[in-house]
């Protein structure tokens, strides 16, 4: 980086003041490589430069740009002193660099989880159209559905065919308890069949 007409080189209060943060906050841009030093090696910054590294390195995404400036700065200039650093950080100092930092991060993890959890409700979303997923409580209600007409026609067995069988031998009294069986399957298979269309219905 060299010195152009539209830049300037500023110490790091001026750039603190600029990017309107705490200026112990500025201090750990700098340790982490996210600033522009000047090229004589001083505790100076280029104003423009620094200030859109720190724009661009806000999203995790862009974790290279912070890589590809640092190797063509130089492994020599990537960390400068800190004398001027830890002049700030005394007199109680540290619990607001604290406080900027975790502002820092704080704001590269609340991103980096809001991007996650989108798309894995794009994901869901897409996979509920195309009726791979179905709601937990659509499913519940089915089953419950299915399950009280299976135990309606089981308690209704005995007083419905008790009437029917009296007087009857073995064969005939086989064969009506086959037929109620066989109805009673048709009936919940029937239950279950709508309740997976309307599913279908709700996929497409």
């Known amino acids: 980086m060299s010195n152009t007409t539209d830049d300037k080189l500023v110490s790091l209060a001026d750039l603190s003041q600029a990017l309107g943060c705490k200026r112990t906050y500025a201090y750990q841009l700098r340790k982490e490589g996210r600033l522009v030093p000047a090229d004589d090696g001083s505790k100076r910054v280029w104003l423009r430069a620094s ?14 740009v ?9 492994a020599g200039m990537t960390q400068l002193p800190d004398d ?17 930092l975790a502002g ?18 794009e994901e869901n979303e897409y996979r509920r ?38 007087g009857r031998d073995e064969l005939a ?4 308890l086959q037929d109620y069986a066989e109805e009673l399957r048709g009936e919940l298979a029937a239950r279950i069949a709508k309740a997976a269309q309307e599913w279908s219905g709700h996929a497409a």
Request: aromatic fraction near 4%.
């Open 66 to 74: 912070v890589a590809r400036h640092a190797a063509a700065r130089g």
């Open 129 to 166: 159209e195309a009726g791979e997923l179905i709601e937990v409580a659509e499913a519940k209600s089915a089953f419950a559905d299915a399950a009280a007409l299976l135990g309606a026609g089981l308690d209704a067995m005995a007083p419905t065919l008790a009437p029917q069988l009296v």
């Open 84 to 100: 001027d650093a830890d002049d700030e950080l005394a007199g109680g100092a540290g619990a607001q660099d604290a406080e900027g």
């Open 173 to 176: 009294i086989r064969n009506a």
């Open 51 to 64: 200030m859109q590294r720190v724009q661009d390195t806000k999203d995790p995404s862009k974790a290279g």
């Open 104 to 121: 820092g991060y704080d704001f590269q993890s609340s991103k980096a989880k809001r991007e996650h959890f989108a798309a894995a409700r």
